[in-house]
């Protein structure tokens, strides 16, 4: 299995500026993945953080507001830039690769924005 | 689009009986389904995988079952105790990969 640890824990920004989420695995996976969750919601897959290239990312995510860099196996940042009250969420890192199928966490990061 | 729906509803159990969540899917078609355990302010944990081939796992007090036919999984926990209390997500491969779609959880409490 994989620890994944995030930082910060958490935060509370003024709209308009930017945080950069810092997520470390402590042994090397194939993939890693960026996820939100808002309030009462579940879980939704901003993008994958590919190694050395530009990340992955899905339908209403974009670049400009989620740059994410991953320059080693065991490494990823998540930014969300120009902030709204809208990005208040929890941002989830995860894990994945061989040998099994399985998804591994960090603890998330709750983000609010004034 | 896809759909994966779980009881909205909470869940409330007595200590020692059997907790049932569902996990309903539409317009999918996966290689595999996953169960995670998540506790407040903490990230989802990996509980059981079950693959489109399988049709039921065992792990210690908690199966799963998955009906390709149905679309439908469900994940039993026997002898439930209160520390089994937590949100159930239900999960699916997007595309054969390692990218996963959540359901939004059903909250399971289990009282003494």
């Known amino acids: 299995s994989a620890v994944i640890s995030q930082k910060p824990s958490r935060d509370i920004c003024q709209r308009g500026t930017s945080l950069t989420i810092q997520c470390q695995v402590d042994s090397q996976v194939t993939m890693m993945f960026w996820y939100r969750q808002q309030p009462g919601q579940s879980l939704t897959l901003i993008a994958t953080?590919?190694?050395?290239?530009?990340?992955?990312?899905e339908s209403g995510f974009v670049i400009d507001k989620f740059p994410i860099s991953r320059p080693n196996l065991t490494f990823s940042t998540l930014t969300v830039s120009n902030m709204s009250p809208e990005d208040s969420s929890i941002y989830l890192c995860?894990?994945?690769?061989?040998?099994?199928?399985?998804?591994?966490f960090g603890p998330g990061t709750r983000l609010t924005v004034l | 689009s896809q759909k994966i729906e779980q009881n909205s509803e909470a869940l409330n159990i007595q200590e020692g009986k059997t907790a049932t969540l569902t996990c309903n899917y539409t317009?999918?078609?996966?290689?595999?389904l996953q169960w995670y355990r998540q506790d407040p302010g903490r990230g989802p944990v990996f509980l059981l995988l079950i693959r489109e081939n399988e049709k039921e796992k065992r792990k210690e007090r908690l199966k799963v079952t998955f009906d390709t036919t149905l679309k439908q999984s469900l994940f039993h926990i026997t002898a439930s105790q209160p520390a089994d209390s937590a949100t159930y997500l239900c999960a699916l491969d997007i595309n054969s990969g390692y990218a996963l779609n959540f359901g939004k959880g059903t909250s399971l409490l289990v009282t003494p």
């Open positions: 953080a590919n190694q050395g290239s530009e990340a992955t990312y």
């Open positions: 995860s894990g994945a690769g061989e040998p099994t199928d399985t998804q591994y």
């Open positions: 317009n999918y078609s996966p290689a595999y």
